[in-house]
T-cell receptor, first 115, second 111 residues
């Protein structure tokens, strides 16, 4: 595809429900990043993949958050037992080189609302 | 204290005005300084970035870095209604594996 694609664009989950958010990076991009953007805030780093390896998961807020990229392309961010504080836009970004966060392209995000 | 601080605004200006957007940062290790623009319900897009101190110009946009005071600015000349968006400053960490963003400043340019 032409850009980073995220699905779904919008997700409403009942508190306690599990959700899975998908990211399709630009084809051939080695690096993939997940960010969380709360309302009125800047994006906050969650995790970083280089191909299929998750090299940094220091930003994941709790063990309810889990991300994977098993074949080094598509990535899924899973949130278990969602809480109201998980409501945010989840942004995915990808870049061609390893660790080249300065050249990353962002997707449009998935807006998660937990009710 | 957050590593990157930014006034959330909103900043409202008339069309044609010169806009000044500012950030301060606390981490002396930051070497790259980036500005992103984010339209409503869209992802951030990179506007420009600078390395170290000094100015960088790109069309109507000028980025300025003062490392001695840990202060970065983005100037927009001849502002247009299409410039209405949230502007985020950001710095990559040492390993370039993550970006540290400011809160973002919402800019409204009225016709």
């Amino acid at each position: 595809g032409a850009g980073v694609s995220q699905s779904p664009r919008y997700k409403v989950a009942k508190r306690g429900q599990d959700v899975a958010l998908r990211c399709d990076p630009i084809s051939g991009h080695v690096s993939l990043f997940w960010y969380q953007q709360a309302l009125g805030q800047g994006p906050e780093f969650l995790t970083y993949f280089q191909n299929e390896a998750q090299l940094d998961k220091s930003g994941l807020p709790s063990d309810r958050f889990f991300a994977e990229r098993p074949e080094g392309s598509v990535s899924t961010l899973k949130i278990q037992r969602t809480q109201q504080e998980d409501s945010a836009v989840y942004l995915c970004a990808s870049s061609l080189g390893a660790g080249s966060t300065t050249e990353a392209f962002f997707g449009q995000g998935t807006r998660l609302t937990v009710v | 204290q957050k590593e990157v601080e930014q006034d959330p605004g909103p900043l409202s200006v008339p069309e044609g005005a010169i806009v000044s957007l500012n950030c301060t940062y606390s981490n002396s290790a930051f070497q790259y300084f980036m500005w992103y623009r984010q339209y409503s319900r869209k992802g951030p897009e990179l506007l420009m970035y600078t390395y170290s101190s000094g100015n960088k110009e790109d069309g109507r946009f000028t980025a300025q870095v003062d490392k001695s005071s840990k202060y970065i600015s983005l100037f927009i000349r001849d502002s247009q209604p299409s410039d209405s968006a949230t502007y985020l400053c950001a710095n990559p960490n040492t390993g370039f594996q993550k970006l540290v963003f400011g809160t973002g400043t919402r800019l409204l340019v009225s016709p």
